[in-house]
């Protein structure tokens, strides 16, 4: 099994749109997606998953306009990390960057746990029917959170390991029977 995580395209300057998280693709961002829609037919992905935010519902739409047979799951847990994630939280700003330590570690710890979910849905569906490469398509934080995950670490790792993934970059984890997991970057 392949599964391949994409970062959706480039998306508007948070100083340009008055609520952050109705950022949509910039033109740049859109040749991005055109073009992940290219690779992801070239890859024969059978299987697309994606997060409800809108840069990645975007991305994602142009890669099912380009492959309109493939089964395509929008799913709320492949969403970034977000003040969602502290509820009950007092005085939490909606900006990720203006949280406390405490506050980022609870994040991520919550993010974690509701992808984790996500992943194994995924993955025992994609089994049951056979698909043999998955795209997802979601947020920096959302596939940090993978690759530690395939690294065998965990969300705590976050303090001290993350990966800079540009817009529309890719990343496909292999998963061959023999257990050993590869990693690589196959757009980037």
């Known amino acids: 099994m392949n599964i391949y995580l ?28 055109r073009k992940l829609a290219d690779l992801c037919r070239e890859w024969e992905i059978d299987f697309l998953c994606v997060s409800t935010m809108l840069p990645a519902q975007q991305t994602a739409d142009a890669i099912h306009d380009a492959l309109p047979d493939v089964l395509r799951w929008d799913l709320q847990d492949l969403e970034d990390t977000t ?24 994040g991520y710890e919550r993010t974690w ?3 984790m979910a996500a992943l194994a849905r995924i993955q025992i569906y994609a089994q049951t029917h056979q698909f ?3 795209a997802l398509v979601t947020h920096t934080s959302v596939i940090n959170l993978l690759l530690l995950h395939w690294l065998d670490l965990d969300w705590q790792a976050c303090e001290r390991v993350e990966f800079t993934i540009a817009p529309g970059a890719t990343c496909r984890v292999s998963l061959p029977e023999d257990g050993r997991v590869h990693i690589d970057w196959v757009n980037r």
């Open 6 to 33: 994409i970062r959706h395209g480039q998306m508007q300057d948070i100083n340009q749109v008055a609520d952050p998280f109705s950022r949509e693709l910039t033109p740049r961002g859109q040749e991005e997606a």
């Open 132 to 134: 043999e490469r998955i």
């Open 113 to 115: 746990i509701r992808v």
């Open 83 to 106: 003040s969602d994630d502290l509820i009950g939280e007092p005085n939490v700003n909606p900006l990720r960057s203006a949280w406390t330590p405490e506050q980022r570690r609870l």
